[in-house]
């Protein structure tokens, strides 16, 4: 069964960083992307940043520059750097792939920017 694991998120004042990483673990093939999503409280789910097959990556406009996506394909992980966090950036972040077959999400991964 594939199933994605997250990387604990944290508690990080404004301004500071964060990694997180996202691991497909099982046998999954054939991944068009991955990719980050966040819930803030009260608020829909939004998306962050995605990475395709071809390394062609997306970033919502409230995290260019900021964020950085990256994977490494043989691991099938996926990476998000984040940078000069602001409190906004409190949310639920959750990983996503799809295959031609199937989506996945993750359990999730709470991150917290203090001011």
């Known amino acids: 069964q594939v199933q994605l694991v997250e990387s604990v998120g944290g508690l990080v004042q404004a301004g500071g960083s964060l990694r997180l990483s996202c691991t497909a673990s099982?046998?999954?093939?054939?991944?068009?992307?991955m990719g980050w999503y966040r819930q803030a409280p009260g608020k829909q789910r939004e998306l962050v940043a995605t990475?395709?097959?071809?390394?062609?990556?997306n970033y919502a406009d409230t995290v260019k520059v900021r964020f950085t996506i990256s994977r490494d394909s043989a691991k099938n992980t996926v990476y998000l750097k984040m940078s000069a966090l602001k409190p906004e950036d409190t949310a639920l972040y959750y990983c996503?792939?799809?295959?031609?077959?199937?989506?996945?999400w993750g359990q999730g991964t709470q991150v917290t920017v203090s001011s």
């Open positions: 996503k792939t799809e295959t031609p077959r199937l989506v996945l």
């Open positions: 990475i395709t097959s071809g390394d062609s990556t």
């Open positions: 099982g046998s999954i093939v054939s991944i068009i992307f």
